[in-house]
């Protein structure tokens, strides 16, 4: 038959065909579709390069074509006077946190800081100066008045017992010789500075309470209070010395036209990791709905210290120390300064300016500020009535 003709050749299977490799071909396919996508980035890169070109010659283009402006046209700006154009404006010189007769070891902080009375009345002539410096050269606005909130803790006090196991001088003496470094330092910046008026707002601190509790009733009575009346009593003959001292918690100055809140700020509720941000703002919305409830006005910024970093948030200023960094500092890796806040209010502006004083670098001995903590009580009142005789020579 025919079909018994028909022979198929045989297929003989070899080992020499193609092995399939799945992982090669999906790198291909990847590597094809990669090419493709870079391709058109490529493309588009070219395209906008082109456009931005074309963008920049045309522009050049038209620049080229502008008419120049005649020298003629620019004249020399007039200079005015600023002695005579310029409004007054207030320096505020914040003062807090001095802690008379806490002691702070070179040893213990390993060299970074020490601190005893000694060392706050060198730090408090560096202040002086450095204020007067300020003031006179740097800034020129006519200031009629000097503002000098003291913001708390004056003293190291008693209520720690760390503190009063280690500090170097007795709580009577941080008050009494304490106050009269302050009276003759706003004495001195009277007498020295180019204004005719200083006032001098005081609200008390927590390192000045009686006892280790805390308490709400009569806050006010506790050492900073009997600190800030004897600094008032010092300088009761000067009436260009105006001292505030209210009995309660906080009180509002209008500084240039601003309301201003004054506080320790100790009453702030707890914080994150020390640092009041947060409870700040808490903390002044319930202040203003205080003042609103008492039918005061709102305060536009809030002065504190306590903290003993110098912070700013939403018009809320916290003031250093005068004492800078200590063993609790170190303890707690907080990188503390001595440092006090200089700022300057504008009627129309408000902070206007601000100067950070540091008070750990260039001092000197003391020439004006020699009170002891082994002093007698005439002896140091005579020495007050030298130091006050003296400026009134060197001013003269």
């Known amino acids: 038959m025919a079909c018994d003709r028909l022979k198929l050749p045989a297929v003989q299977l070899t080992n020499d065909a193609p092995e399939i490799d799945p992982e090669h071909d999906r790198r291909l396919i990847t590597a094809k579709s990669d090419a493709t996508r870079f391709k058109s980035a490529y493309t588009k890169l070219v395209k906008s390069r082109a456009e931005e070109e074309r963008l920049i010659d045309m522009f050049l283009e038209s620049i080229r074509t502008m008419p120049a402006i005649p020298a003629s046209h620019f004249k020399a700006p007039k200079i ?24 702070i070891s070179a040893n213990d902080t390993d060299g970074i800081n020490s601190y005893n009375f000694g060392v706050f009345q060198q730090r408090l ?33 008693r209520i720690h017992v760390e503190l009063q196991k280690y500090g170097n001088q007795h709580v009577i003496d941080q008050v009494y010789l304490g106050a009269m470094c302050e009276a003759l330092f706003l004495y001195r910046l009277l007498k020295f500075g180019r204004w005719n008026k200083i006032i001098a707002p005081w609200v008390s601190g927590n390192h000045g309470r009686l006892d280790k509790e805390k308490e709400s009733k009569q806050y006010y009575k506790n050492f900073d209070y009997l600190f800030a009346s004897i600094v008032a009593t010092f300088l009761r003959n000067v009436p260009q010395i105006e001292c505030i001292i209210p009995q309660r918690l906080f009180m509002t100055l209008d500084v240039a036209d601003h309301r201003v809140l ?25 202040y203003q709905e205080l003042l609103a409830m008492s039918g005061k006005d709102r305060f536009q910024y809030w002065f504190m210290g306590h903290f003993h970093r110098p912070l700013e948030l939403d018009g809320s200023f916290v003031n250093g120390t005068m004492a800078g960094l200590s063993e609790f500092g170190i303890g707690r890796f907080k990188p503390i300064v ?12 408000g ?44 001013a003269a």
Request: glycine share 6%; proline share 9%.
């Open 80 to 103: 005015k006077s600023r002695s005579t154009t310029s409004k007054p404006e207030v320096p505020i010189l914040l003062r807090s946190d001095q802690q008379i007769g806490e002691e």
């Open 125 to 157: 002539e560096s202040l002086e100066d450095r204020t007067l410096d300020i003031l006179g050269d740097h800034q020129r606005a006519p200031m009629p008045t000097l503002v000098v909130p003291y913001l708390g803790d004056n003293i190291s006090g």
């Open 262 to 286: 004054l506080s320790h700020g100790h009453e702030l509720p707890p914080s994150s990791l020390g640092i009041p941000l947060y409870s700040i703002n808490r903390a002044s919305a319930s």
């Open 338 to 349: 001595p440092m006090q806040r200089l700022l300057g209010f504008h009627p129309k502006w």
């Open 351 to 394: 902070r206007a300016w601000e100067y950070p004083v540091r008070l750990d670098r260039g001092l000197s001995e003391r020439r004006v500020y020699r009170f002891d903590s082994a002093m007698s009580t005439p002896d140091a009142l005579d020495a007050f009535a030298q130091a006050t005789m003296k400026a009134d020579k060197d």
